[in-house]
Nanobody, 124 residues
């Protein structure tokens, strides 16, 4: 089992940057594909990015490609999302999630464990 705790959210002006962190518990963390999702008010939770077990490959939603970078450090049981050139439409609660089978799924139902989320607000 994996427990996930996100941090690093906050209020930032458009064009600014934030780095989200996700701390994972459990000795099997490195066996999980990891993902970031976000949910804006009144909208469905949507895929943002995913990374393989080793961190060697990543995929991104088209809306964040070129601006966001996902990484992981298995030695520290950590996952990160570096967000640059933030836009007001990036405003959402951001969630870290762990996928037990495979990696890179864009459907939230494919993920087995979720954090509680961290709020990101981008002002114009």
């Amino acid at each position: 089992q994996v427990q996930l705790v996100e941090s690093g959210g906050g209020l930032v002006q458009a064009g600014g940057s934030l780095r989200l962190s996700c701390a994972a518990s459990g000795r099997t963390f490195s066996s999980y594909g990891m993902g970031w999702f976000r949910q804006a008010p009144g909208k469905e939770r949507e895929f943002v990015a995913a990374v393989t077990w080793t961190g060697g490959n990543t995929i991104y939603a088209d809306s964040v490609k070129g601006r966001f970078t996902m990484s992981r450090d298995n030695a520290k049981n950590m996952v990160y999302l570096q967000m640059n050139s933030l836009k007001p439409e990036d405003t959402a609660v951001y969630y870290c999630a762990a996928q037990a089978r495979g990696w890179g799924a864009k459907e939230k139902t494919r993920y087995d464990y979720w954090g509680q989320g961290t709020q990101v607000t981008v002002s114009s």
